[in-house]
C-alpha cells in the first residue's frame, strides 16, 4: 500500500473507531426515543441505536410513529428487522429523509415472531441475501450513511468460525464495513428469546479472529459487557463495543463513558440531580401533550440505583397513582424528598454522617418528608 493509501485507511479506521467505539445496544421496547434521550443527558458522545424496527411497520404503518426522535439524541442509529431488499432500500431512505446517522440491519435476534417473518438471526444461514439487502440500502442512500449488520456468531449447529467468517465476508461485498458482533450463537429451536441472551456461550475470540482475517473491516464486540472496565480492556482490542443490559439497568455506568474512552477527558462529568431535573422538564412537555409519564419514567428508575435513598426514589417514580395524581413537579420533588429521607434514615442507622450532615444541615427525618 501507498504511503497515501496508508494514511486514507489510517484516517479511515480512525473515523470508524471513534464512531463505534462505545455504544447501547438495540432493544426493543427499551431503547425508544424517551430511553435515548435519558442515555443522551448521561453520555454525549456514545453512539445510541433505536429499537428494531421493521420494514412492515416503515411501509404499511405510521413512519413518524416509528422514526421520529429529538435531535438531541444524534448521533443515533436506526436498527431495521426486514428481509427483502426492495423495502430495505425503501426504509433506508426513509432513515436518511429522518436524518438519522446510520443504518443497521438486524441479523442476530433470535425472536420465533421474527423468525417467522424470516428475518432476524436467520439470514445468518442467507448471507447472500444479507450482501443485496446491504448493497440495495447503500445504494439506496448513495452512500452518504453507513450501513452497518448486527449478527451472532451462528445459528443452531452452525456455529464454527468458519460460518461467522464466510458470512462476514460475503456481506462485506454488498458494501458493509462495519459489523457489530453479539459473541454467541443463536439457537433458533428450543431456547426462549431471554435465554438465548444468556446460554449460548460467548466466544470473544471469534470477533477477535474476524479483526485479524479482515483488517479492513470494522468489529464491534457485544454481548456481557457490564462494567467500564470491561470496555476498557476490550477497547484496544477491537473497533468498538456495545453495551445492551447493563446501559439499561444501571444508565449511571454510561457517565464515565465520555471521558474515559470517547475523548471528552476535559469536559464536566455530568451530575444525576441535573439528569434528574433535565428528565423531569422533558416529562413535563411530554404530558403537555398527552404522554402518560410512566412511558417515560420506566426508563430511569435506574438513575439512583446503588445510592442511599435510590430504592425510595424508584418507589415513588413507579408508582401508579402518584404518576397519574401528581403533577411532574410534584412526582419528582416526592421522589427526591423520599430519597433524601431514606439517605438520612440509613445514614443514621449506620450511624455515619449522611452528605447532608456533612453540610453541616441540622436535619431529622420528619423534615424531609
Ligand atoms: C429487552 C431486550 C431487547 C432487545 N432487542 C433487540 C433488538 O431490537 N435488536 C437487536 O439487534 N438486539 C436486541 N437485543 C439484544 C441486544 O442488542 C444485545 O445484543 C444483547 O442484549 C447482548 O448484549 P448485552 O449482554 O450487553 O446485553 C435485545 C436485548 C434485550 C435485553
Not at 28 to 53: G, K, N, P, S
Not at 284 to 294: R, S, V
Not at 301 to 319: E, F
Request: glycine share 8%.
Amino acid at each position: 500500500m501507498k504511503t497515501d493509501q496508508k494514511t486514507q485507511q489510517n484516517q479511515k479506521d480512525e473515523a470508524k473507531s471513534s464512531t463505534w467505539r462505545v455504544s447501547v445496544a438495540p432493544m426493543l421496547d427499551w431503547t425508544d426515543r424517551h430511553c435515548r434521550y435519558f442515555h443522551r443527558l448521561i453520555t454525549q458522545r456514545a453512539l445510541l441505536y433505536t429499537e428494531m424496527v421493521t420494514t412492515g411497520a416503515l411501509l404499511y404503518g405510521d413512519v413518524a410513529r416509528h422514526l421520529d426522535y429529538s435531535s438531541h439524541e444524534h448521533p443515533v442509529a436506526l436498527q431495521l428487522g426486514g428481509s427483502e431488499p426492495v423495502d430495505l432500500a425503501c426504509c433506508a431512505r426513509l432513515a436518511l429523509e429522518w436524518g438519522y446517522d446510520e443504518i443497521n440491519l438486524n441479523c442476530g435476534c433470535p425472536s420465533p415472531r421474527v423468525q417467522r417473518g424470516a428475518f432476524g438471526a436467520c439470514l445468518m444461514a442467507e448471507p447472500s441475501r444479507v450482501r443485496d439487502s446491504v448493497a440495495a440500502m447503500v445504494e439506496a442512500v448513495s452512500g452518504t450513511i453507513p450501513v452497518t449488520v448486527k449478527h451472532r456468531i451462528g445459528v443452531d449447529h452452525e456455529d464454527s468460525y468458519g460460518f461467522v467468517r464466510d458470512f462476514v465476508g460475503t456481506v462485506s461485498q454488498g458494501g458493509c464495513e462495519t459489523f457489530i458482533v453479539h459473541a454467541r450463537s443463536a439457537w433458533l429451536d428450543g431456547l426462549s428469546p431471554k435465554e438465548n441472551r444468556d446460554i449460548p456461550p460467548l466466544r470473544p475470540e471469534f470477533v477477535l479472529q474476524l479483526r485479524r482475517d479482515f483488517p479492513e473491516l470494522a468489529f464491534v464486540l457485544n454481548g456481557g459487557i457490564k462494567t467500564g472496565q470491561q470496555i476498557g480492556e476490550w477497547l484496544p482490542q477491537v473497533s468498538g463495543v456495545m453495551v445492551g443490559r447493563a446501559a439499561y439497568q444501571d444508565p449511571w455506568s454510561l457517565a464515565t463513558w465520555d471521558q474515559e474512552f470517547l475523548g471528552s477527558a476535559d469536559s464536566a462529568a455530568p451530575e444525576r440531580e441535573i439528569v434528574e431535573e433535565q428528565m423531569g422538564a422533558y416529562i413535563a412537555e411530554w404530558k403537555a401533550k398527552g404522554l402518560h409519564p410512566q412511558a417515560i419514567t420506566r426508563h430511569m428508575l435506574n438513575l439512583w440505583k446503588g445510592q442511599p435513598g435510590g430504592r425510595r426514589w424508584r418507589q415513588v417514580l413507579s408508582d401508579s397513582s402518584l404518576l397519574s395524581t401528581l403533577s411532574v413537579p410534584e412526582l419528582f420533588a416526592t421522589a427526591r424528598r423520599a430519597r433524601l429521607s431514606a439517605e438520612l434514615d440509613e445514614a443514621m442507622e449506620s450511624n455515619q454522617p449522611s452528605q447532608l450532615g456533612q453540610l453541616g444541615q441540622p436535619l431529622t427525618a420528619s423534615a424531609c418528608v
